[in-house]
């Protein structure tokens, strides 16, 4: 799209295109052009699981951060959910059991790892988010919801899974995402995972997501950067809620 060109003209001007975890963003956005990660990245090494960790996950673990968030999302946010990018399900199972009895959450992840060591079966599913329509058809989902996904992707690509996730999500939707970007004075913590591969700053996505039809849903975005919680999950990144915009 016209955001994902802009970005390459600018990065051609600053001098061609670097890999995972390089060409970090100036002011201007620029950013780092590179393809996703293969899904066989994404296993027990990356998550930490064991005595070579290949990003800056160390164990990962039971969240403290799920029961509280899903706690949020029920209270704020109308089901069905999907996360996407769902790693091990924490989110999805702690949703199934705020929701209870008439709620219902489910998550894909691209991770056959996570997928095969998920918490959350049988509602976890393995597919691309820049694909879904094998899974899921218009509109099923009243918020759609991720973690750390859209930094996995280079600008192009990320447009395309916002308007994947646009896509399933029904016309009184939300979508409610976590998205890391190398913060000031917490830049290690994006550049430690060498999938991260759109380094541009938390405007460049606003504007994406204004350019698929979506806006800032300021009121809700303020809380739940509020929230008691968010220490616990915005490691290196900023919750924003967008709304369809009218």
Known sequence: GALSRLADRRRERRGGQGGPGAGRAGEDGVVTVSHPADADFYDAHYYGHTDTPTANYRGYGEPGWSRPLARWLVANTAGP??????????????????????????????????????????????????????????????????????????????????????????????????????????????????SHVNHTPIGWYRRAFAAAGWRLDKERTRALNLHPGWRRTAWCGRWQVYRRAR
Do not use: K
């Open 81 to 194: 959910w999907l996360d996407a990018g769902c790693a091990f399900g924490h989110l999805v199972r702690d949703l199934n059991r705020e929701a209870a009895p008439g709620g219902w959450a489910c998550g894909v992840e691209w991770s056959a790892y996570a997928v095969e060591h998920t918490v959350a079966h049988p509602n976890i599913w393995q597919a691309d988010v820049r694909d879904l329509a094998r899974a899921f058809g218009e509109g099923l989902f009243r918020t759609v919801i991720s973690m750390d996904l859209l930094e996995h992707f280079a600008p192009a690509e990320t447009e395309r899974v916002i308007a994947e996730l646009g896509r399933v999500c029904s016309v009184d939707g939300v979508q409610v995402h976590l998205i890391g970007w190398p913060l000031p004075g917490r830049e290690d913590g994006h550049y430690s995972d060498p």
